[in-house]
């Protein structure tokens, strides 16, 4: 069974090598997207080299809903694009990935029915193919190496999907069971090693004493100090002191 | 020779099967990057299945830096990222790709060294490699599906380098040598239809003709044409025209 998220339909248009639809699967299948059409792929349907190599996301080789013709595969959708890596002189907007998840994104919150073509390995969608979408898509890659495949082409899609459509953090703080020290837990820290510090002869000559302090303070409250690392900075000075007393 | 633009450096810490280091160098140049390091090769360096996988990205692997451990790959570098799929009980930062490469492209404006690592294709990076790092990078992948292969981490990461580092234009209009029309030539093609309808009966009844004629004018102007556009539909009515003239 499909997922219930409600999401754009990845239409393979005259699939050539069998491998790729199963890669093609796995790539959508990362990012969470699971409607795959497909347009008279060359090797026939079902096929078991796609399989093999869908491992994982093979449901959705299962699932996939077949078509004869392009017309056929996105008939019932209301925003279509085309991926393609090349200029068509036909006038139609070109989106990049991000823009166009964006705005299918905005289209399914609304009700509607998005599909995204992608063309065959070997020359891209036909301009024909082309005619019956809404708007381009074009992955801005290195224009003296333009050279993804289909399977890439669908992984950054989806990718853009899932960030369009889902909350993708932009930076998150794994703790490891610490919290973050507080400011008296880092003040404490400074005066635990000014103090040895001073008794080990560490701030001289005197006059640049009070700079060095200030350093070293500055140091401290400036570091992303958990509680646990606060602990064994402690636990560094104490054993210092103790080697030291030792003798 | 390695391209001029600053960049941070890709580091392959211990991969293990060699095509998926051509792949890597094909991934990277793909978004225009080709500062690539490696660290350990499982089967060795250089090796010729790289060579054969990298294709057209094998300049790539002729200019990489090989070291033997993660210190020395990643020693000149300020800022060091650490690919990772899953929580390393470390407290790190965590990037989204986006992110990590917007602050790369900001601290390499700044004249700073960047590099990002990649882990072995099995298992990932080990946590004294992760310990090396300044911060993570995960990549928001469906939670039920989360296989992304070396290659595909690397292609995500380069996208968004390429994304963070460059000017991607969100929508541009490819034109096809038309220009847009402008208001008159839409206001002309209204009037030509409105008369020529007009005359073939179409706006009835007559109380509901105001409307109607609304109605068309704001279909006309919603659309987004181009002058070729409006030719062509100015020749759609005249065609009507001598087809009903013709008797």
């Known amino acids: 069974m499909p ?46 080299d796609s399989v093999a190599m869908a491992s994982g996301a093979g449901r959705l080789l299962d699932e996939a809903v077949l078509s004869e013709d392009v017309a056929g595969a996105v008939g019932d959708c209301d925003l279509v694009f085309a991926t393609t890596a090349r200029s068509r002189g036909l006038t139609k907007p070109v989106y990049s990935p991000e823009e166009a998840m964006r705005v299918a994104a905005e289209r399914i919150a609304q009700g509607g029915k998005v599909a995204v073509m992608f063309g065959p390995e070997r020359a891209g969608l036909e301009n024909a193919d082309v005619a019956q979408a809404n708007a381009l898509i074009s992955v801005p890659v290195n224009p003296e190496f333009p050279s993804l495949n289909l399977a890439q082409c669908v992984l950054l899609c989806s990718y853009e999907w899932r960030r369009a459509s889902g909350a993708v953090e932009a930076r998150r703080d794994e703790l490891a069971g610490a919290a973050w020290a507080s400011a008296i837990e880092v003040e404490k820290l400074a005066e635990h090693y000014e103090e040895r510090l001073e008794e080990a002869g560490f701030f001289f000559p005197e006059h640049k004493a009070p700079a060095m302090k200030l350093t070293l303070r500055n140091l401290w409250s400036r570091m992303p100090f958990t509680s646990e690392d606060v602990r064994t900075l402690h636990g560094v000075m104490r054993q210092m002191v103790r080697w030291k007393e030792r003798g």
Not at 6 to 14: C, D, E, G, H, T
Not at 16 to 43: C, E, H
């Open 3 to 48: 997922s219930e998220t409600r999401q754009p339909s990845f239409v393979l248009v005259r699939p050539q090598m069998a491998q790729n639809i199963g890669s093609a699967a796995r790539a959508m299948w990362n990012f969470g997207l699971d409607r795959m059409r497909l347009v008279s792929p060359r090797d026939g349907w079902p096929n078991a």
